[in-house]
């Protein structure tokens, strides 16, 4: 269980200068033209932000980030398993803008440009096939910072993903959850 000082508490924002998140990541992507079980994916992943304050409460943030999956489906009892590896990394800048910073916790609201690389790589009949593919694509989201010490908090996050992938459309849900450190 993690705890919290009083004194910890009065003073809690981690920098007035900067600081770097670094989480884990679950997404959650469906296409509405077919089924749920046949299009819900659930990749896992990570991120990186460092921010930079402009002000106490605006800041430039960048992001990195990365999600994986792997799916396997069955081509029948004579032709084995199709399998499909898919990585998709996004890498942005934009602007955050956090609430009130005195207290324990302090919410944020986000919004990034981003560009992002998909690779998607099937494996059957002992044949290999690659594809990769890029764009570009906007990722609004929102968050709250909870102090644990000085210069270190907790982050939970969570937001949209949409982005043009080769004139394809997509998105996906996400939500992270980390550790921010303030320098």
């Known amino acids: 269980m993690l ?9 809690t ?3 007035d200068a900067g600081e770097i998140a670094a989480s ?3 997404s959650v992507e469906y296409e509405e033209d077919c089924g749920l079980e046949d ?3 659930v990749p896992l992943g990570w991120r990186v932000e460092p921010a930079f304050y402009l002000t106490g409460k605006l800041a430039l943030v960048g992001s990195a980030s990365g ?7 069955p ?3 004579d032709f084995g398993t199709i399998s499909v590896n898919a990585s998709v990394y996004s890498f942005g800048s934009g602007l955050r803008l956090s609430g009130r910073r005195s207290g324990r ?3 944020f609201v986000q919004a990034l440009g981003f560009w992002t690389r998909a690779i998607a790589q099937a494996e059957a009949l002992g044949l290999t096939v690659s594809e990769t593919a890029g764009g570009f694509g906007v990722e609004p989201s929102a968050g709250i910072d909870i102090a644990v010490a000085k210069r270190l908090a907790l982050r939970l996050q969570s937001g949209y993903k949409v982005g043009y992938v080769d004139g394809e459309r997509g998105g996906q849900f996400f939500a992270s ?7």
């Open 3 to 11: 705890l919290v000082s009083p004194a910890a508490a009065q003073d």
């Open 13 to 15: 924002w981690i920098s």
């Open 75 to 77: 081509l029948g009892d």
């Open 39 to 41: 299009c819900l994916l």
């Open 24 to 26: 884990g990541e679950l």
């Open 177 to 183: 959850a980390g550790i921010v450190v303030g320098f």
């Open 105 to 107: 916790t302090v919410p």
């Open 67 to 73: 999600v994986y999956t792997t799916v396997r489906q």
